[in-house]
């Protein structure tokens, strides 16, 4: 079983709805990220949470929300899709150890288009 | 403000050696990672540098010089599964340690 999963995989939603994307760990981290790639831009960190009561926005946190579940599960949310949102979202994982949490382990994507 | 640098694309021939630089300013430098992402795929962690000098890890080397605010991956003995697209990313301080990435080098490893 994969350690970093992502649902949905693929998703088309329309201008102005309501998205979650959720991902779930099993490697006992305390550490995720929320990344988004476009074609040329890389990856942009969107939020990121050390644990279940610290979330901080990343570079790109505008039009985006998060939740902290639990210790294994962070959700990414778009309050009102928009096109330019348009992308493939990863969800990342890595150990609070400072000497190790560089290593982070990356979910298999969602790539969601918005119409 | 904070920028890094990398070359968007580079090619290589099957079984050579092919280095991919990367520059970076930015504030609460820490360290530098390397990651290969195949087609889309997720991104795999390759390698890391938090003083200067090279780590080698098989094939893979990465190299670091702080005072220059420069580093570089070293692909050596190149194969056709080489063919990914490669990114760097700084770990800083003043961000809780989160990795920001550069926009990645697509490689193209030819016959």
């Known amino acids: 079983d994969a350690d970093v999963t992502q649902t949905p995989r693929n998703r088309i939603t329309k201008t102005g709805k309501r998205i979650m994307l959720e991902c779930s760990q099993t490697?006992?981290?305390?550490?995720m990220y929320w990344y988004r790639q476009d074609p040329g831009l890389g990856l942009r960190l969107i939020y990121y949470s050390f644990d279940v009561k610290d979330i901080n926005k990343g570079e790109i946190s505008d039009g985006y929300s998060v939740s902290r579940q639990a210790q294994a599960k962070f959700s990414l949310s778009l309050e009102s899709a928009i096109p330019n949102q348009t992308a493939l979202y990863f969800c990342a994982t890595s150990s609070n150890d400072l000497e190790s949490s560089h290593e982070q382990y990356f979910g298999p994507g969602t790539r969601l288009t918005v119409t | 403000g904070q920028s890094l640098e990398q070359p968007s694309e580079v090619t290589a021939v099957e079984g050579a050696i092919v280095q991919i630089n990367c520059t970076y300013q930015t504030s609460g430098f820490y360290g530098l990672s390397w990651y290969q992402q195949h087609d889309g795929g997720a991104p795999t962690f390759l390698s890391y540098?938090?003083?200067?000098g090279l780590e080698e890890t098989g094939r893979f080397s990465s190299f670091l010089s702080r005072s220059d605010s420069y580093g570089y991956l070293l692909l050596q003995e190149l194969q056709m599964k080489d063919s990914a697209s490669y990114f760097c990313a700084v770990r800083r301080s003043n961000s809780g340690y989160a990795l920001n990435f550069g926009k990645g080098t697509s490689l193209l490893v030819t016959p």
């Open positions: 540098n938090a003083l200067d």
């Open positions: 490697k006992g981290h305390d550490r």
